[in-house]
């Protein structure tokens, strides 16, 4: 089944032209089925990009999935076109009284910064706290996961002594639960992070699951007990050349990156890097739409609440 996105939106055509079934407003209205509204708060500066990217993985899925893109108000884009945001994109005045299915918090290039001075704190606070109430259950991504971890429970980002780019092995530390649910016991995920937060300090709040880890990268997968909150520290959202893409442009800049780890074949920038954490990408987003969307949330959006041990 498809995802119901705006046909004028550029992922349309790309997504389109890759086979993915996605479906215009218009043709989704004939179809006799309540669709599962997600809402996606994009707070990449490459919003398109992340869009597109966000948008491919939510495709794989035999259920129709209406998806709404969110921006801040309070911060002003510089590398996203106004009329792209005007055209396609809400903010949370205009949404504030509606109720979603699932919501996706993006990552974002502030992670150095910290959380209460970046500059639309607040507004995001106030969208992570109303999240509890109108959202059935909400994926966050790298900052978005470290900025809901400190928000909801104070779990704190640590600097890191370099930063973290590359692929990286991973291992399932709870296999029955669903929403790693057929993931290989070991795997690989992108990370690309300054910053980190520690087992030890997620450890002091039982609601919390710690459900995947990387020896090199730290822990990956959070879950909040509620199946209301997961908190994902890499990214597994980004394209084959996503990590290539930034470790260039930074080159460009003059920041000289390390290259990113387990990435490019014999460390040698020439190559095309092979794309090994496509599967279980697809897979992760495929669970959490099934078993903590789909499944859970109330038909009528009206009956959702706040319920489940949100934060303590």
């Known amino acids: 089944m498809p995802i119901k996105i705006n046909d004028s939106l550029p992922a349309f055509k790309i997504l389109e032209s890759e086979n993915i079934f996605v479906m215009a407003h218009e043709r989704a209205k004939s179809q006799d089925i309540r669709p599962l509204k997600i809402i996606i708060l994009n707070l990449m500066p490459t919003k398109i990009e992340t869009e597109t990217q966000l948008l491919r993985l939510l495709s794989n899925t035999p259920l129709q999935v209406d998806v709404e893109l969110l921006h801040m108000a309070s911060h002003v884009s510089k590398n996203t076109p106004g009329t792209h945001l005007n055209a396609f994109y809400k903010t949370f005045d205009s949404i504030k009284d509606e109720k979603f299915d699932g919501m996706?918090?993006?990552?974002?290039?502030?992670?150095?910064?910290?959380?209460?001075?970046?500059?639309?704190?607040?507004?995001?606070?106030?969208?992570?706290?109303?999240?509890?109430?109108?959202?059935?259950?909400?994926?966050?991504?790298?900052?978005?996961?470290?900025?809901?971890?400190?928000?909801?429970?104070?779990?704190?980002?640590?600097?890191?002594?370099?930063?973290?780019?590359?692929?990286?092995?991973h291992r399932v530390l709870a296999p029955l639960h669903p929403f790693v649910r057929g993931f290989d016991d070991n795997f690989w995920a992108p990370h690309s992070r300054n910053t980190?937060?520690?087992?030890?300090?997620?450890?002091?709040?039982?609601?919390?699951?710690?459900?995947?880890?990387?020896?090199?990268?730290?822990?990956?997968?959070?879950?909040?007990?509620?199946?209301?909150?997961?908190?994902?520290?890499?990214?597994?959202?980004?394209?084959?050349?996503?990590?290539?893409?930034?470790?260039?442009?930074?080159?460009?800049?003059?920041?000289?990156?390390?290259?990113?780890?387990?990435?490019?074949?014999?460390?040698d920038i020439t190559q095309?890097?092979?794309?090994?954490?496509?599967?279980?990408?697809?897979?992760?987003?495929?669970?959490?739409?099934?078993?903590?969307?789909?499944?859970?949330?109330?038909?009528?959006?009206?009956?959702?609440?706040?319920?489940?041990?949100?934060?303590?």
């Open 104 to 169: 996706i918090v993006t990552g974002a290039p502030v992670e150095t910064m910290e959380f209460e001075s970046v500059d639309y704190w607040p507004e995001l606070c106030r969208i992570m706290d109303w999240s509890v109430g109108n959202v059935y259950s909400t994926m966050f991504i790298c900052w978005g996961a470290q900025a809901a971890l400190y928000h909801f429970f104070g779990v704190p980002k640590y600097l890191l002594p370099q930063k973290i780019s590359g692929i990286f092995r």
């Open 196 to 267: 980190g937060t520690l087992r030890e300090d997620i450890e002091k709040h039982g609601e919390l699951e710690i459900l995947t880890e990387s020896n090199a990268a730290g822990v990956h997968i959070v879950a909040n007990s509620s199946g209301r909150q997961f908190f994902i520290t890499g990214h597994e959202e980004y394209d084959r050349d996503t990590l290539k893409n930034e470790y260039f442009r930074d080159l460009k800049k003059g920041v000289h990156p390390l290259m990113p780890q387990n990435y490019f074949p014999n460390d």
């Open 272 to 312: 095309e890097p092979p794309f090994t954490w496509r599967s279980h990408a697809f897979l992760m987003f495929s669970n959490w739409l099934n078993y903590y969307v789909y499944q859970k949330t109330p038909y009528d959006l009206k009956d959702l609440s706040a319920g489940g041990n949100v934060w303590n």
